[in-house]
């Protein structure tokens, strides 16, 4: 699963709890970022095999730490903890509760795509529905997926029509990075390389979910000081 990860970004936002939607975009992919940097230490390992599976090239084969269902779960809880001590003055329980269900969420849609090779604890039990085997209909589902997140974000955020207009094109050039991942064919990158691509990829995504809100909760709270006076 790529894209489709922030599609739970995008549905958890709302005006109510007010998490930063970069917040989200670091969350639903929090597991990946310690997988990365693992891999880039050499303490989890991944082979990068051209047609692995029709819509992936990753045979993650050992991933405890970041990707077994023990891990995630203690991973989740750690970024809760985190968004509420960070936050603390301002994040409510439930907003937290709301963050680490966004961490906990990478292993669920993982398991949908990934093959056979998510423990669930350690490097034992192996689980995983293997949608990457079926290139269109795991393509057909980031994509489903990503648009639903950001048709529930629109109505739940109070946001300029420019702004919306923005998400909508992000979303779009999401989808766009999606159909270069699973379709362009490309020559396999080193395990190295891979992991590196996703730090500077999914951290470019966060940036730009951060510059999405850049300044909206300021206007919209002049906007009510000033309607008010
Ligand atoms: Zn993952």
């Known amino acids: 699963m790529f894209v489709g990860h922030y599609s739970v ?4 936002k709302s005006d109510k709890n007010r998490i930063p939607l970069w917040v989200l975009f670091t969350a639903v992919q929090f597991l990946d970022y310690i997988w990365a940097t693992l891999v880039l230490l050499g303490i989890e390992k991944l082979r990068v095999i ?8 990753l045979d993650s084969y050992y991933h405890p730490y970041s990707h077994s269902l023990i891990a995630a779960i203690v991973w989740s ?6 968004y509420k001590s960070v936050w603390r ?5 439930a ?3 709301l963050v680490g269900l966004a961490v906990f969420s990478h292993w669920i849609l993982d398991f949908i795509a990934h093959p056979r090779d998510l423990a669930i604890y350690d490097n034992t039990w192996k689980v995983g529905l293997g949608f990457w085997n079926y290139r269109g209909l795991e393509f057909g589902l980031e994509v489903a997926l990503l648009a639903g997140g950001i ?3 629109l109505p739940r955020n109070t946001i300029s029509a420019a702004r919306k207009t923005a998400v909508i094109a992000f979303g ?3 989808i766009i990075v999606q159909i270069g991942d699973t379709f362009v064919p490309r020559a396999p990158l080193s395990d190295k390389a891979t992991a590196m691509g996703v730090w ?9 979910a951060y510059l999405l809100e850049m300044g909206a909760h300021a206007r919209i709270l002049n906007h009510k000081q000033w309607s008010q006076s």
């Open 200 to 208: 500077i990829f999914y951290t470019l995504f966060v940036v730009v």
């Open 9 to 12: 970004a995008f549905a958890i």
């Open 151 to 153: 048709v529930s974000y």
């Open 77 to 82: 809880g750690i970024a809760a903890m985190i």
């Open 172 to 174: 779009l050039a999401l």
């Open 89 to 93: 003055a301002k994040a409510s329980k």
């Open 95 to 97: 907003a937290a509760l």
């Open 50 to 57: 051209k047609g692995f599976t029709a819509g992936s090239m």
